[in-house]
C-alpha cells in the first residue's frame, strides 16, 4: 500500500487484495501492529471506494473505514501514522520484470533517461573514472531512439571514452546489448564469426562486428565478464527491494533470470529482510523441454510455494522484437526488406513442451511479439488454447504475453506495446515508432487493435486494479503507466 500526494510519502508492505475488506467491525480485539488515520484510502471496492483509516497487523488488513471503526484494534504497542490527509493506494504488482539484473543495473551504469549519445558517453565515462580497479564497465538501460534511423549504437561511441577496458551495455528492453572494441577482442568476434542460435552480431559493409549485438549474440561476450559473488548479489537484492518499496510494489512476477537465485530471496526471508513478493519463471531455453529442466521446475514448486516465494510457472521465448527486427513477421520489415525475424522454437517441439507443463499444471508464460497467430504463432503452437478469453489472439497482431488463470481454467491476456519507455503513457497507446519498422499500415494495426491497452491510460485506475485487487485473483497487470497516473486519485 503506498501513501502519496505528490511525492512519495510512506510505503506500507501489505497486499492489495486485502482492502476488500469492508468497513471495519470490531468483530475481533486483535490489536493491530500499526493504524494509518488520517488518510484518503482508494479501497478498489465499489460499495466503500473511499476511507480515512486502516487496521494491519502480520502484513494483513483487519479493517478498514472511518478513525472510529479501527480503534478497537489499536493497543499499547500499535504504531500509529498519521497519513495527514495523503493518498494511499493498495500496494501494486509489477507483472513482468528481471528483478536479479534490475537490482545488479543500480549498482552498475545507469543510462535510463540518457537520450543523447554525449550522455551516454558522460555517464560511462564517469562510472569508468570512479571505478578504476573494474575489470568490465557494464550497465543498462539505453534505448534505440537514441541511435537514430539505424536504432543500434556503435563501438565507436564506447571506444572513444573507454578504450583500455571491456564495456558491455544491455539495452533497456534485455533484446540488444552493446559491446565496445575490446569485449569484442576479448570474445574473439571476428569477421567470420558466425551468429549463434537465435542471435545476430550486427556488421557494417565490410564484415567488421559494429559492437551491437541482437539477442542471444549478447552472450557471447557476456559470458566472458565476471560473475558476481553471492554477498555482491545479496547486497544488489536489497537495493532492488528498496526501489521497489518505495514506488508501493509489494509483489513482482520475474519473467526470467531469476530462477537460479530462489536461495538468495529465501535467505532474505529468512533474516527478516524480504519485503517484496516474488513469483519467480522458470526461464525455458529451446530448442526443447528436457528432463532436467522439468526436475528443477518440479523442485522449486515443491520448494517455494507461499505469498513470498513461489514457483510454478514457466516463461518462454518465441521470437524478438520489433526494433531490432528481430521480432518475427510473415512479410519483410518495411525499413530493411532484408530482414523479415525468426521464431526461436520449432512449432512441433514448442506445442510438445506447452503440453506437457499444462498438463502438469505449470502456468505458461510467453513472450511472443509480432507474427500472425494464425499464421504459426500462439494458437497453432499450442501456446494458447480456451474460450473466447483468447480471442484476441486470433486476431489481433501484437500481443505479448498469455498467463493461465488456473482458478477459472482458461488464459488471461495482458497486452503490452513494444516500444520503449522513453515514450509516454499516451504515446504508447498510439503505437510509438513501430510504424517505422512495420509501414504505416501496418504499423497503425498494431497500435489500433493489438496495443492498446487500458493500463497504460487513465484506464488502468478501473481496469487494471480493479483486475487485480477487486478481482481477488492474480489477473495478470502491468504498471507502466506513469505515476502521475497514481496521483489523479488525489485531485
Given amino acids: 500500500m503506498l501513501i502519496r500526494n505528490r511525492f512519495p510519502l510512506l510505503t506500507l508492505i501489505v497486499a492489495g487484495t486485502c482492502l476488500l475488506i469492508a468497513p471495519a467491525q470490531a468483530q475481533n480485539k486483535t490489536d493491530a501492529d500499526a493504524i494509518v488515520l488520517n488518510a484518503r484510502i482508494y479501497t478498489v471496492n465499489e460499495k466503500q471506494p473511499w476511507a480515512e483509516a486502516l487496521a494491519i497487523r502480520d502484513a494483513k488488513i483487519l479493517a478498514v473505514g472511518s478513525a472510529k471503526d479501527v480503534e478497537p484494534y489499536r493497543g499499547s504497542a500499535t504504531k500509529v501514522i498519521d497519513a495527514k490527509g495523503h493518498l494511499v493506494l493498495p500496494g501494486f504488482e509489477d507483472c513482468h520484470i528481471h528483478f536479479m539484473d534490475g537490482s545488479l543495473g543500480l549498482v552498475q551504469v545507469n543510462l535510463n533517461g540518457a537520450s543523447t549519445v554525449a550522455e551516454i558517453q558522460k555517464r560511462v565515462k564517469e562510472y569508468a573514472t570512479s571505478h578504476p580497479k573494474e575489470p568490465w564497465i557494464t550497465g543498462m538501460g539505453w534505448t534505440y531512439p537514441t541511435f537514430g534511423p539505424s536504432a543500434l549504437p556503435n563501438k565507436k561511441i564506447l571506444d572513444d571514452v573507454v578504450p583500455g577496458r571491456p564495456v558491455y551495455l544491455v539495452a533497456f528492453d534485455g533484446h540488444s546489448s552493446w559491446a565496445n572494441s575490446k569485449a569484442l577482442a576479448m570474445a574473439g568476434i571476428t569477421k567470420q564469426t558466425p ?57 513482482v512476477q520475474s519473467a526470467g533470470q531469476d530462477f537460479d537465485y530462489l536461495d538468495l530471496y529465501d535467505e532474505l526471508r529468512r533474516k527478516g529482510e524480504l519485503s517484496l513478493r516474488f513469483y519467480v519463471a522458470y ?13 528443477k521446475i518440479e523442485h522449486a514448486r515443491k520448494t517455494y510455494h507461499d505469498d513470498w516465494i513461489a514457483g510454478g510457472v514457466v516463461k518462454t521465448m518465441l521470437d524478438g522484437v520489433v526494433e531490432t527486427h528481430t521480432a518475427a513477421m510473415l512479410t519483410p520489415y518495411s525499413d530493411d526488406p532484408s530482414q523479415i525475424g525468426k521464431m526461436f522454437w520449432e512449432p512441433a517441439k514448442y506445442k510438445a513442451a506447452v503440453t506437457e507443463l499444462d498438463r502438469r499444471g505449470l502456468q505458461i508464460s510467453a513472450n511472443l511479439y509480432a507474427r500472425d497467430r494464425r499464421e504459426g504463432g500462439a494458437n497453432s503452437s499450442g501456446c494458447v ?5 483468447n480471442e484476441p489472439y486470433a486476431r489481433r497482431p501484437a500481443p ?25 503513457a499516451f504515446a504508447l497507446v498510439s503505437g510509438c515508432g513501430h510504424a517505422r519498422h512495420l509501414g504505416a499500415e501496418r504499423g497503425s494495426g498494431a497500435s489500433a487493435e493489438g496495443m492498446v491497452i487500458p493500463q497504460y491510460s487513465s484506464g488502468w485506475r478501473t481496469a487494471g486494479v480493479r483486475q487485480r485487487l477487486a478481482g481477488g485473483y492474480d489477473e495478470s497487470v502491468d504498471w507502466y503507466a506513469d505515476w502521475h497516473h497514481a496521483e489523479d486519485f488525489g485531485r
Fill in 195 to 251: 551468429d549463434p542460435p537465435n542471435g545476430k552480431i550486427v556488421r557494417d559493409a565490410n564484415g567488421e562486428a559494429t559492437g551491437a549485438l541482437k539477442e542471444s549474440a549478447g552472450d557471447v561476450v557476456a559470458n566472458l565478464m565476471p560473475k558476481p559473488t553471492r554477498e555482491e548479489r545479496l547486497a544488489a537484492l536489497r537495493k532492488g527491494i528498496h526501489a521497489a518499496n518505495k514506488f508501493g510494489l509489494t509483489r
Fill in 283 to 295: 526461464f525455458l531455453n529451446p530448442p526443447e523441454l528436457r528432463p532436467e529442466d522439468l526436475e
Fill in 385 to 389: 488454447r480456451g474460450s473466447g478469453t
Fill in 400 to 424: 505479448h504475453r498469455a498467463y493461465r488463470d488456473n482458478q477459472r481454467g482458461r488464459y488471461s491476456t495482458v497486452w503490452e506495446a513494444g516500444c520503449d519507455r522513453q515514450c509516454s
